[in-house]
């Protein structure tokens, strides 16, 4: 399946701060890429939908122009948190779909907010 | 009533033995089945995709689907402390995946 590369792993920042995280699909052309939040013992609940070339689809409760999209090249999609505050503090991760609808990760990256 | 249904466990058992994990669901739209094995701290890992009832093996993992019972399975042979991970199950229509909240199964040397 499709080679998902995220980074970072871990980040801690202060409160207030922005932070980006990037999202790399390895031996893929992806036109879509998802972007989902855990919290401890939860499922994975689905942020948004970066498009490659244009608008990202957020998801009902997402606040968008908190966590920032952007997907400009068919190999890469970013996601910003701005002005980041302790209970955006969560594991993020991003996927690639393939054509059978198959959903390949990123590893995630722990961000830790103070 | 929530569309996917997972028991969270905790579910512990001795290795070698036979572990089952199940889902439950209740939009009959559901087209495609998946599990995802995730370790600690990282990215969920596809194990199986399926998309008709009936069992589809691969190695040690068979996955089960029946959809008249909307109902499905994951079973684990010759468990080992390896295979010591949440398990999640996911259900997809319509380019949309919804996931379970994941068993958390340990398997003990």
């Known amino acids: 399946g499709a080679v998902v590369s995220q980074h970072p792993s871990r980040v801690i920042c202060k409160s207030g701060t922005s932070v980006k995280i990037e999202c790399r699909s390895l031996d893929f052309q992806a036109t879509t890429m998802f972007w989902y939040r855990q919290f401890p013992k939860q499922s994975l609940m689905l942020m948004a939908t970066?498009?490659?070339?244009?608008?990202?689809?957020?998801e009902q409760g997402v606040e968008k122009d908190k966590f920032l999209i952007n997907h400009a090249s068919l190999t890469l999609s970013t996601l910003t948190v701005t002005s980041a505050h302790p209970e955006d503090s969560s594991f993020y991760i991003c996927s690639v779909r393939e054509v059978n609808e198959k959903l390949f990760f990123g590893s995630g990256t722990q961000l830790s907010v103070l | 009533q929530k569309e996917v249904e997972q028991d969270p466990g905790p579910l512990s058992v001795p290795e070698g033995a036979i572990v089952s994990l199940n889902c439950t669901y209740s939009?009959?739209?559901?087209?495609?089945f998946m599990w995802y094995r995730q370790y600690s701290r990282k990215g969920p890992e596809l194990l199986m995709y399926?998309?008709?009832?009936g069992n589809k093996e691969d190695g040690r993992f068979t996955a089960q689907v029946d959809k008249s019972s909307k109902y499905i399975s994951l079973f684990i042979r010759d468990s080992q402390p390896s295979d010591s991970a949440t398990y999640l199950c996911?259900?997809?229509?319509?380019?949309?995946?919804?996931f379970g909240k994941g068993t958390l199964l340990t398997v003990n040397p």
């Open positions: 939009n009959s739209a559901f087209q495609y």
């Open positions: 970066s498009n490659e070339g244009s608008k990202a689809t957020y």
């Open positions: 996911a259900l997809g229509s319509n380019y949309k995946l919804t």
């Open positions: 399926t998309y008709s009832s």
